[in-house]
Antibody
Framework: EVQLLESGGGLVQPGGTLRLSCAAS????????MGWVRQAPGKRLEWVSA????????YYAASVEGRFTISRDNSKNTLHLQMTGLSAEETAIYYC??????????WGQGTLVTVSS | EIVLTQSPGTLSLSPGERATLSCRAS???????VAWYRQQPGQAPRLLIY???IRATGIPDRFSGSGSGTDFTLTISRLEPEDFALYYC????????FGQGTKVEI
């Protein structure tokens, strides 16, 4: 059974940094693209970032380009998202997803990131 | 950026009824690359349909997708209790964007 378990969310001050992790089980992430999708209160879903199976191809939403970095550790079957320069508008649930041709076919339960002073 | 507009915002129906949800794109979606997701309260979204009309693994056949170009539709032939939820469309023909959602309520 495919499972994705996010961690690393929490309260961070505006301008701060946070690193999210996603532990995958039931499949090998090396064979798949992976990504992060966020859901802010009252806003539509936003695909934040994605990384190909090899790690050689990256996608970032324009809103996070230059501030967020996605990475993967295939040996640990884990995905990461390093977030810097966070603003209050980025308060959201961050979901780890398995990316099949830019479609999210499996989702974790999400980790809440709250940006507030 | 392609903007997706879903309608109606809220659909009030009863179990066993048919639901028709619309997703309109601001420009034509390449290859009709549109997906649909269902999000039940307190849960993550779940993939229902991709490439406009292909059901994802394990999705019952009461769910069907159709459309092309800028107009796409998700139809639920007979609503089950678990179908009262939020539904989102996503296009992935040109970058990746989501609609604002349609709530199906009793």
């Amino acid at each position: 059974e495919v499972q994705l378990l996010e961690s690393g969310g929490g309260l961070v001050q505006p301008g701060g940094t946070l690193r999210l992790s996603c532990a995958a089980s039931g499949f090998s992430i090396s064979a798949y693209a992976m990504g992060w999708v966020r859901q802010a209160p009252g806003k539509r879903l936003e695909w934040v970032s994605a990384i190909s199976g090899s790690g050689g191809s990256l996608y970032y939403a324009a809103s996070v380009e230059g501030r967020f970095t996605i990475s993967r550790d295939n040996s640990k079957n884990t995905l990461h998202l390093q977030m810097t320069g966070l603003s209050a508008e980025e308060t959201a649930i961050y979901y780890c997803v398995r990316d099949i041709g830019s479609v999210a076919d499996h989702w974790g339960q999400g980790t809440l990131v709250t940006v507030s002073s | 950026e392609i903007v997706l507009t879903q309608s109606p915002g809220t659909l009030s129906l009863s179990p066993g009824e048919r639901a028709t949800l619309s997703c309109r794109a601001s420009q034509s979606v390449n290859n009709n690359f549109v997906a649909w997701y269902r999000q039940q309260p307190g849960q993550a979204p779940r993939l229902l349909i991709y490439a406009a009309s292909i059901r994802a693994t394990g999705i019952p056949d009461r769910f069907s997708g159709s459309g092309s170009g800028t107009d796409f539709t998700l139809t639920i032939s007979r609503l089950e209790p678990e179908d009262f939820a939020l539904y989102y469309c996503q296009q992935y023909g040109n970058s990746r964007t989501f609609g604002q959602g349609t709530k199906v309520e009793i």
